[in-house]
């Protein structure tokens, strides 16, 4: 028999039997979905592309009380002094006090002006937007021209198909150094293999490096309808949202952790957007 | 009129849902049926299928690729099941006959019977592009961006899952069907 045969057969066999579900059952599967919360999307807010960790009590608690010493060593510090070996015994004049740098706030159009994101701190002109107090974007990140630029300081997992992560992982503890996640991330499957060159920012070096999403990937055809390139040890994660959208990282050793700047756009990104992203790439301040 | 129904289901319209999953029911049913061979098992998996896409709608960038979608979570629910039922005893499938069986169907009904146990052998990856391809109809293509895998891959999953099912069927000295015999497969000279 040959396979043409064999196929008509097949095709006759599979054809048998009923081709109608019971009525009764999707009615039943219907009101289950009734019952299924729906997960929050990651068009909805705008540009979810990172899972975000709800704060415990405990971190509230260490970070009120971080600020509270801030504060006051802030206070000691600005408090004019007077006196000393050679000192003038004029009234001093006021000293302005240092501003201390807003965080990005949760959501929301950004004025223009600094805040702090995570390890650094960085100028943002207007039309921007806070992402979860963690990133900052303009027209929502999303293609076909979006930007976004975030900071991930433990990344955790790398996965060598960012398509099929779900069989991928590279590893599941925090990369120690600049080198080792360099050659996880350029080693991905990807259209091109990405190129690091050495990168300096604020003083800190590192390693910059393009990635981009594969030109053909058909996003909700990968693992769970996500192509996810990394994962932090908080769980955050970052999935891409089309193909050839890019990934400009800067992997920094700062003291010795490893701490990446994350700056995304697309090719139809236009030029004075790019020129506004590298202008706040520019301004970036690392603060660890 | 698809894209419109998907877009409202994603900000949580239940009655825009219920009209995609209506539409796609009898066609996802028909496919998992083929798929696992069991009626009751298809109807739970498409139950399954319809809960996932309810509960992950709004994660699906293209509204136009809903059913694709939609067919991918359902071979996805297919693994599933029959990764769960490995931990359990064995089920023997039962074959839809309607009415007494005639003394000159025992011939073909043996030959079904190798048909299935030779498909049921198969992993429902290959399962599933046998039924894509023979029973839907779907060119490579539009099967490979269902299962989210290259054309190629679907071709070489095809020509492998029919030459498994032959060595199978050979195996296990089936020589009957349509007045034909069984040839041994050739590897060398693939389709």
Same mark, same amino acid.
């Given at each position: ?42 068009r909805?807010?705008s540009w979810?592309a ?19 010493? =801030?504060? %006051? ?5 600005? @408090?004019?002094?007077?006196? *000393?070996?050679?000192?003038? !015994?004029?009234? #001093? ?44 974007n303009k027209n929502d990140g999303n293609p076909p021209s979006g930007m976004f ?42 259209? =091109?293999? %990405? ?5 300096? @920012?604020?003083?800190?070096? *590192?390693?910059?490096?393009? !990635?981009s999403v #594969?030109s053909?990937t058909?996003v ?7 192509y ?12 891409n949202q089309a193909p050839d959208q890019h990934d ?16 995304v756009f697309y090719p139809a990104t236009t030029a004075a957007d790019r020129?506004?992203l ?11 | ?60 960038r293209e509204?136009e ?127």
């Open positions: 028999m040959n396979d043409d045969v064999f196929d008509h057969i097949l095709a006759d066999w599979l054809r048998e039997g009923p081709d109608r579900g019971r009525v009764e059952a999707l009615d039943r599967a219907l009101a289950a979905t009734r019952r299924t919360a729906q997960r929050p999307g990651w909805l807010p979810p990172r899972r975000s960790t709800p704060m415990n009590t405990y971190a509230k608690v260490a970070m009120a009380a971080a600020a509270l010493v =801030a504060i %006051a060593v802030i206070g000691i510090n600005v @408090i004019p002094r007077s006196g *000393g070996v050679g000192g003038s !015994l004029a009234t #001093p004049s006021p000293t302005p006090s240092p501003t201390p740098v807003p965080t990005l706030p949760s959501a929301g159009a950004l004025a223009p002006g600094t805040y702090r994101s995570d390890f650094m701190t960085y100028a943002v002109p207007a039309g921007w937007s806070s992402y979860q107090s963690w990133g900052a630029i975030a900071p991930w300081s433990n990344i955790g997992t790398v996965y060598a198909d960012p398509c099929h992560w779900e069989s991928t992982p590279v590893s599941t503890t925090a990369f120690p150094t600049v080198d080792t996640l360099v050659a996880a991330l350029v080693t991905q499957k990807r259209d =091109a293999t %990405a190129t690091p060159v050495d990168a300096t @920012i604020d003083g800190f070096q *590192g390693k910059e490096i393009d !990635l #594969p053909n058909i909700s055809a990968c693992d769970g309808g996500q996810k390139g990394w994962t932090d040890t908080s769980g955050g994660d970052r999935y400009l990282l800067d992997i920094l050793d700062v003291n010795g952790r490893t701490l990446v700047i994350d700056r020129a506004e590298q202008a706040i790439f520019d301004s970036i301040k690392i603060t660890p | 009129m698809t894209s419109g129904l998907v877009e409202r289901a994603q900000r949580g319209d239940h009655e825009a849902f219920d009209a995609l999953a209506t539409a796609a029911y009898h066609r996802l049913y028909a496919v998992s049926r083929r798929i696992l061979r069991d009626g009751y098992a298809a109807e739970d998996v498409v139950q399954e299928t319809l809960i996932r896409a309810w509960r992950d709608l709004r994660g699906l509204p690729r809903f059913d694709a979608w939609l067919q991918r979570l359902l071979i996805r629910a297919c693994q599933d099941h029959v990764r769960g039922q490995r931990r359990r005893p064995l089920q023997v499938p039962v074959l839809d006959v309607d009415g007494p069986v005639a003394i000159d169907e025992i011939a073909r009904l043996a030959d079904r019977d190798e048909l299935e146990r030779a498909f049921l052998e198969l992993s429902v990856e290959h399962r599933a592009v046998l039924v894509l391809t023979h029973y839907v109809g779907l060119p490579a293509p539009e099967i490979a961006e269902i299962l989210g895998i290259p054309p190629g891959t679907v071709y070489s999953r095809l020509h492998y899952a029919i030459r498994a099912m032959r060595v199978s069927m050979t195996r296990s000295g089936s020589t009957r069907g349509a007045g034909t015999r069984m040839a041994s497969p050739d590897p060398e000279h693939g389709r």
